[in-house]
């Protein structure tokens, strides 16, 4: 069982940078560098949507096309956490950012394969 705690978010403008992190405190069973780790987001009025992931090692990673080249996921098994990296920013990235694990070595883009999520941080841009 993982909780986890995103934060890090905030009120910018296009263009600006924001770093979310995401803390988990890894409760019983596997440890934490045996998860694969997402980040999902969620806009007002629509579905939830896949962001980013990160492998166990941290040595593959996946974006949702919108975001390639502008954000980067990246992890650090030694402090339990996992880090999205979003520069560039735009309107469209205005949304509710969540963390997710995956206690498999399988990177997945769907939430459904996701069991353990975080409470959220928000993010809005301004243009």
């Known amino acids: 069982q993982v909780q986890l705690v995103e934060s890090g978010g905030g009120l910018v403008q296009a263009g600006d940078s924001l770093r979310l992190s995401c803390a988990a405190s890894?409760?019983?069973?596997?440890?934490?560098?045996?998860?694969?780790m997402g980040w999902f987001r969620q806009a007002p009025g629509k579905d939830r949507e896949f962001v980013a992931a990160?492998?166990?090692?941290?040595?593959?990673?996946t974006y949702t096309d919108s975001v390639k080249g502008r954000f980067t996921i990246s992890r650090d098994n030694m402090k339990n956490t996992v880090n999205l990296q979003m520069n560039s920013l735009k309107p469209e990235d205005t949304a509710v950012y969540f963390c997710?694990?995956?206690?498999?070595?399988?990177?997945?883009?769907?939430?459904?394969?996701?069991?353990?999520w975080g409470q959220g941080t928000q993010v809005t841009v301004s243009s």
């Open positions: 997710a694990a995956r206690a498999d070595a399988r990177i997945e883009k769907t939430q459904d394969a996701y069991r353990y």
């Open positions: 890894v409760l019983s069973g596997r440890s934490f560098n045996t998860y694969v």
């Open positions: 990160i492998s166990w090692t941290g040595t593959m990673t």
